[in-house]
């Protein structure tokens, strides 16, 4: 039997129970959510040709509407349990909702983790949960950017449910106003679905790219809801696992 020295233990990677289970499968969930509400929604502000035959043998825009529609409330539902996951669960289920903007060391990471991103910092710095500039991100696009399209969205529907509907006491009656008219609503509401499209895209590159060049696992921990660290250092934030 061999054994294994210290230096061998000490190099070994660590792992820490990051994302719990309600906050991974919330993340996937809103991530179909998304994906169905961006597809249905382009095909609503650009509709496909008309089909031949009769108009009355086809509802396929009736149907592409149905999932938009069904989407969005799976979107809201599910928002507003992560808003409750946020206090029911541990201390990074509520830190893209809590980010310290008030702290000046944490604006310090904010700029190395851009400089890590655009190659200019040499090396990565150890987080257990996001890292700040992640977290920004997530705080500023995702959370205010999913209540934005909710509450434009809502606005929406509520215009096309007439005014005896609650989303038109909720919404429609006051967003549509600030806005000047409906068709600005949709504009914004467009323009919503590309920023978060882009969002997306970058996301995904990011968590890639940090799987392959970061100190620690990224998409694998969004499925086990382990991290694990490729070194033995300290991590950076004071989540730290040692």
Excluded at 58 to 64: A, D, E, K, P, T
Excluded at 180 to 195: I, K
Excluded at 198 to 214: C, G, K, L, T
């Amino acid at each position: 039997m061999v054994m294994k020295s210290t230096a061998d233990l000490q190099s070994q990677p660590s792992t820490v129970y990051v994302y719990e289970g309600p906050l991974r499968l919330w993340h996937w969930v809103n991530a179909l959510a998304i994906l169905t509400l961006a597809v249905t929604g382009y095909f609503i502000a650009s509709p496909l040709p008309t089909l031949p035959g009769e108009a009355s043998d086809h509802f396929l825009m009736g149907y592409i509407r149905f999932v938009h529609f069904a989407a969005g409330y799976v979107l809201i539902a599910g928002f507003l349990l992560r808003v409750y996951w946020a206090f029911a669960g541990n201390e990074h289920a509520r830190q893209i909702f809590l980010p310290p903007i008030f702290s000046a060391k944490w604006w310090g990471e904010v700029r190395h983790e851009i400089e890590w991103y655009l190659f200019i910092a040499k090396a990565p710095k150890k987080y257990v949960g996001h890292n700040p500039l992640a977290t920004l991100a997530m705080h500023v696009l995702f959370v205010w950017g999913i209540i934005f399209m909710i509450i434009t969205g809502l606005a929406l529907y509520g215009e096309g449910e007439g005014m005896d509907s609650w989303q038109y006491a909720l919404f429609s009656s006051w967003v549509i106003p600030l806005f000047g008219n409906s068709q600005w609503v949709h504009t914004y509401h467009h323009l919503g679905m590309w920023v978060i499209v882009i969002f997306v895209m970058v996301h995904i590159y990011a968590a890639f790219r940090e799987d392959i060049m970061s100190r620690q696992s990224i998409i694998s921990t969004m499925i086990s809801g382990w991290r694990t660290f490729k070194d033995n250092q300290p991590a950076d934030d004071r989540h730290s696992p040692d």
